[in-house]
């Protein structure tokens, strides 16, 4: 069974920096509230000359350009997101122009909110193995800012803009271990389209808080644990659990949950917010280049997002 390597990675995030003192100039809200509740004390939003597009060119070129991989060698370009500067083009197919990379790639977008980066794992795996001698970019990217209501205080200090990059490689050997699931639900957590019926349409994220904690903390450390034990390996035989960076209390369950150190769950959310499927390879790239990855090391990445999705994957780094 093929499994597949992480190469190298790469992130772009917007100049702007957005505190919690700005957000309450903005909106009935704190700097201590938000960060007791949530942990994020900044974000990033995009200026009016930066997307979802440009955000995505400038991690995925950063991949690229650390992993020393040339765009020819490149035979798909994966995109996770939510908020596409154009829904066609697809934003894959605008990197695949901005990037020169070769026309015969497969060039695709992927929607699972927060846990697109995950699925775009696995589709990056199914892809590997036909074309075991090339490599898959994989993207995230996200401009949040856009579909915020800054009128409602649950949701709009929740999140961040940004974009995060991985090259993949086949890697025949090496362990991965994926599971993925989803509850369909409409409204706990949902942003509206160009089309509907029913009623006028709201192109704001609108959430129920409580119900979508309670579904991320049942549904993630379940998945933990179902890779692990396909795995055949025990919790404390991983050396990263790089969670989906939406809230620290979250993450602080799914550590008592599985019995686990909180020191192995990486954060960086409050440096940045919910960057919904940007926020694990931000983190990714931030762990990388801060030297915290060694190969040989085995991660868990999970997280959960819209749809209800929920996904996890054990691979080694």
Not at 28 to 37: N, V
Not at 161 to 180: K, M, N, Q, S
Request: charged fraction near 20%.
């Amino acid at each position: 069974m093929t499994g597949i390597k992480i190469i190298s990675t790469g992130s772009c995030l917007p100049r702007r920096v957005v505190t919690n003192d700005d957000m309450a100039a903005l909106v009935e809200t704190s700097d201590q509230w938000i960060t007791q509740r949530t942990g994020i004390r900044r974000r990033r939003f995009a200026a009016p000359e930066e997307d979802t597009v440009s955000l995505a060119l400038g991690a995925a070129r950063a991949a690229l350009e650390s992993g020393g991989v040339p765009p020819e060698k490149i035979g798909a370009v994966l995109v996770a997101t939510f908020t596409p500067s154009t829904l066609v083009p697809n934003t894959a197919c605008l990197l695949q122009q901005q990037l020169g990379l070769p026309q015969d790639v497969t060039a695709l977008d992927l929607n699972s909110a927060c846990s697109g980066f995950l699925y775009g794992l696995r589709v990056a795996r199914g892809l590997l193995c036909q074309e075991p001698d090339r490599y898959v970019l994989v993207v995230g990217s996200e401009v949040l800012s856009r579909v915020v209501d800054f009128t409602d205080r649950g949701t709009c200090v929740l999140f961040g803009d940004g974009a995060g990059a991985a090259v993949v490689a086949a890697a025949p050997e090496a362990p991965f271990v994926w599971t993925a699931g989803a509850r369909g639900d409409a409204q706990a957590l949902r942003c509206a389209g160009i089309t509907g019926s029913g009623g006028p349409l709201s192109p704001v994220v609108q959430m129920d808080g409580r119900e979508v904690f309670r579904f991320a903390v049942d549904t993630v450390p379940r998945a933990i644990r179902r890779v692990t034990e396909e795995a055949g390996i025990s919790g404390s035989q991983v050396d990263w659990y790089l969670c989906h960076q939406a809230n620290a209390r979250i993450i602080a369950h799914v550590a008592k949950t599985l019995a686990q150190p909180e020191e192995k769950f990486f954060m960086n959310l409050s440096e940045y917010g919910n960057t919904s499927a940007a926020s694990i390879p931000i983190a990714l790239d931030e762990m990388n280049r801060g030297g915290l990855l060694r190969r040989g090391q085995k991660l868990v990445l999970a997280g959960f997002g819209g749809g209800l999705t929920w996904g996890a994957a054990l691979m080694e780094w």
